[in-house]
């Protein structure tokens, strides 16, 4: 991908968090229809940790890297998926539909595919910005944007073969979706589905495609 295209993913961030700090609160319910006589999990100034837990697949990105001094070769990693993801998300209410902080994620994963195991770890950590779109007095739906930097290990093992390879980091860009059921003003709990696209030269695609359970807690 282009440092161009990268910029104009940039540009794309930050404009969906600007536009939305240039809307008020009285003209989004307005908006909504909905009332403002409860207690709301998003009243601006709270601030909010979201520990997740999930499953993680990746989606058809493609790991390039070198081998001895050959030329550059790649290998898809669609083919990997696996159950386990960790991770929390940070907030801070700067408005009562718009939280701004930061997420960390870990997944580990392992596939058997014919006579091959692939194993692969990542790491993700970056800003991110969430715009609130749905809050009723039961439910809360979000959307997600942010920069993240990647940090995978890939390795393959063919019999007695195998081969590992170890990328330096890349960047990506964020997107995703969240739904939460409140039990109380404080605690909600949901899923959500992050996407992430890898704009490295080594790594590059829809690096991460997951879905994880949340747990929402406004302090």
Same mark, same amino acid.
Request: glycine residues 12%; charged residues 15%.
């Given at each position: 991908?282009?440092?161009?295209?990268?910029?104009?993913?940039?540009?794309?961030?930050?404009?969906?968090?600007?536009?939305?700090?240039?809307?008020?609160?009285?003209?989004?319910?307005?908006?909504?229809?909905?009332?403002?006589?409860?207690?709301?999990?998003?009243?601006?100034?709270?601030?909010?940790?979201?520990?997740?837990?999930?499953?993680?697949?990746?989606?058809?990105?493609?790991?390039?890297?070198?081998?001895?001094?050959?030329?550059?070769?790649?290998?898809?990693?669609?083919?990997?998926?696996? !159950?386990? #993801?960790?991770?929390?998300? *940070?907030?801070?209410?700067?408005?009562?539909? @718009? =939280? %701004?902080?930061? /997420?960390?994620?870990?997944?580990?994963?392992?596939?058997?595919?014919?006579?091959?195991?692939?194993?692969?770890?990542?790491?993700?950590?970056?800003?991110?910005?969430?715009?609130?779109?749905?809050?009723?007095?039961?439910?809360?739906?979000?959307?997600?944007?942010?920069?993240?930097?990647?940090?995978?290990?890939?390795?393959?093992?063919?019999?007695?073969?195998?081969?590992?390879?170890?990328?330096?980091?890349?960047?990506?860009? !964020?997107? #995703?979706?969240?739904?939460? *059921?409140?039990?109380?003003?404080?605690?909600? @709990? =949901? %899923?959500?589905? /992050?996407?992430?696209?890898?704009?490295?030269?080594?790594?590059?695609?829809?690096?991460?495609?997951?879905?994880?359970?949340?747990?929402?807690?406004?302090?």
């Amino acid at each position: 991908m282009t440092k161009r295209k990268f910029s104009a993913l940039v540009a794309a961030t930050i404009a969906l968090a600007t536009g939305w700090l240039g809307m008020t609160d009285q003209a989004q319910a307005q908006r909504r229809g909905e009332s403002t006589s409860y207690e709301s999990p998003t009243s601006s100034g709270k601030h909010v940790l979201t520990p997740a837990i999930g499953f993680f697949g990746s989606g058809p990105a493609t790991l390039t890297y070198r081998v001895g001094n050959n030329a550059s070769e790649s290998a898809a990693i669609n083919n990997l998926s696996g !159950i386990f #993801g960790i991770g929390g998300d *940070y907030e801070y209410m700067v408005k009562s539909d @718009l =939280g %701004i902080g930061g /997420m960390f994620r870990y997944y580990a994963t392992e596939d058997s595919v014919a006579s091959s195991t692939y194993k692969t770890s990542t790491v993700l950590l970056g800003p991110i910005a969430r715009a609130y779109l749905i809050n009723t007095q039961s439910w809360l739906g979000a959307v997600t944007t942010g920069l993240t930097t990647i940090n995978m290990s890939y390795k393959e093992t063919n019999g007695g073969s195998t081969s590992d390879w170890n990328p330096s980091m890349h960047f990506g860009w !964020i997107m #995703g979706w969240s739904v939460f *059921y409140k039990f109380n003003s404080q605690m909600a @709990l =949901g %899923i959500e589905n /992050m996407r992430v696209l890898a704009v490295g030269d080594k790594i590059n695609g829809w690096a991460v495609d997951d879905f994880m359970f949340k747990f929402r807690i406004a302090l």
